[in-house]
């Protein structure tokens, strides 16, 4: 009863949420333009079907796309960042300096370089979400006990061996747990581009919907966006699950 009631909660909880924004919109007289009623909203998907459907799936694949780049480049410049504490300490500052520059402000630049498109909006996911990556694998390596440490280099094992039989799979749940922050960040830093110059996807559809004053499609787009996340997030999720599951079962064992 308990596991079937923890399935059903989350679809529970947006049942009752959208319920909740439906009477508060309805008993308060909201205006549409402020906040539309999700029956609102939903009327919006049924007449924008076919650009919000045509414009999920640029930005979908342009988040995949930006999201790839991340995932390769943060695991390489984690586990050479991991690789040694010095070089840890020394690059470590650089990437905080870097990402603390609100990617906003950088979109401006890519249109210089690239032009109005879909290139902004992967280099912008790139840039916003590879930092999680390089953080997690680098905390990962850069986290071996220095008595494990000692006593494998005493059995003859090298720095290299060091880290493939132990440094990178102790660095696993770390490196997929942050896929599941990145992916989000990737959508963020899509819809970021394409509200500032893109012609085309979901956030230039709720850019021109918002200059229409059409807030039922904005808030489609935003349900369309929401929606797209939670499936890439689930994936990673499961990607973890399949990759990373003893180490779930250590900790519930651990926890018995």
């Known amino acids: 009863m308990n596991k079937t009631f923890e399935?059903?909660?989350p679809w529970l909880f947006v049942v009752v949420l959208f319920a909740v924004w439906e009477a508060a919109c309805r008993l308060l007289a909201v205006p549409t333009v402020i906040l539309p009623a999700p029956s609102v909203i939903f009327g919006a998907f049924q007449r924008f079907w076919g650009p919000i459907v045509s414009n999920s799936f640029v930005t979908l694949w342009t988040t995949m796309a930006g999201f790839g780049l991340s995932v390769?480049?943060?695991l390489f410049l984690g586990l050479v960042v991991g690789w040694s504490r010095a070089i840890y300490r020394g690059f470590y500052p650089v990437m905080i300096g870097f990402n603390s520059i609100p990617k906003v402000a950088v979109v401006p630049i890519l249109v210089m370089w690239f032009g109005i498109g879909e290139v902004p909006a992967i280099?912008?996911?790139f840039l916003i979400s590879f930092f999680p990556i390089v953080v997690n694998v680098a905390t990962g390596l850069a986290t071996i006990e220095p008595e494990l440490e000692d006593v494998l280099r005493a059995l003859g094992a090298s720095k290299l061996d060091v880290m493939r039989k132990v440094g990178i799979p102790r660095s696993m749940p770390y490196f997929f747990g942050s896929l599941k922050v990145a992916i989000t960040l990737a959508f963020v830093g899509t819809v970021v581009s394409e509200t500032v110059a893109a012609n085309s996807g979901i956030g230039f559809l709720m850019?021109?919907?918002?200059?229409?004053f059409q807030m039922p499609l904005v808030f489609a787009g935003l349900i369309a966006l929401a929606f797209e996340g939670i499936i890439m997030y689930?994936?990673?999720?499961?990607?973890?699950?399949?990759?990373t599951g003893w180490a779930f079962r250590s900790q519930g064992s651990a926890g018995n």
């Open 7 to 9: 399935k059903l909660a």
């Open 72 to 74: 390769a480049f943060g």
């Open 123 to 125: 280099l912008t996911a």
């Open 207 to 212: 850019s021109q919907a918002g200059a229409n």
């Open 234 to 243: 689930a994936a990673t999720a499961w990607l973890e699950q399949r990759m």
